[in-house]
């Protein structure tokens, strides 16, 4: 069985990040989505409310193919979190030149620490505008979310930024 992480710190999930895990389903045996505390991000959301909204996400989706993802906090070093689970690839998802910039260096690190390798794969150009950053600007400003993330990441959100909800 070919085990591989989409990691990533998820804060929150969007629509593309559900699309790169929904391909990296169709390739591989077993993936898990590493959520991930990125110490170069300030987080809005708490690493249990984002790998629940994961969760949640997957479960609703009514894919089947998604149903057999797992979701799993990595503790530490993503070469650490491969090795204890197995898995012998990190999957990323690419939107543009600038996402392989900043993925590369960690990419060839990763394989330089493990031997895990990195797979990248082209985001689907209807989420190429779409990160994580601009989704929470977004909320701060009162804008709507709903077609960006999945069903309720707009309430997470609302709630850790002290909003009241939608409609209220």
Do not use: W
């Not at 505390?37 to 969760?55: F, H, I, Q």
């Not at 985001?123 to 069903?151: E, T």
């Amino acid at each position: 069985m070919t085990t591989v992480v989409c990691p990533g710190s998820f804060d929150p999930i969007t629509l593309g990040h559900l699309d790169v895990v929904r391909r990296a389903a169709t390739m591989f045996d077993d993936v898990v989505v590493g959520v991930a505390k990125n110490p170069g991000k300030s987080g809005l959301l708490d690493l249990e409310t984002r790998a629940g909204l994961v969760r949640a996400a997957l479960e609703s989706s009514g894919e089947p193919g998604l149903a057999r993802v797992r979701v799993a906090v990595v503790p530490g070093l993503l070469v650490d979190f491969c090795r204890e689970i197995g898995a012998v690839g990190v999957v990323k998802g690419l939107r543009g030149g600038g996402d392989f910039d900043a993925e590369q260096p960690m990419a060839l690190m990763n394989r330089h620490l493990s031997g895990v390798e990195t797979i990248f794969l082209p985001g689907d150009q209807r989420y190429a505008h779409v990160a994580s950053s601009l989704v929470k600007d977004i909320v701060r400003h009162g804008g709507p979310v709903d077609d960006l993330v999945p069903a309720g990441v707009p309430e997470a959100l609302r709630s850790a930024l002290g909003q009241p909800a939608a409609g209220s």
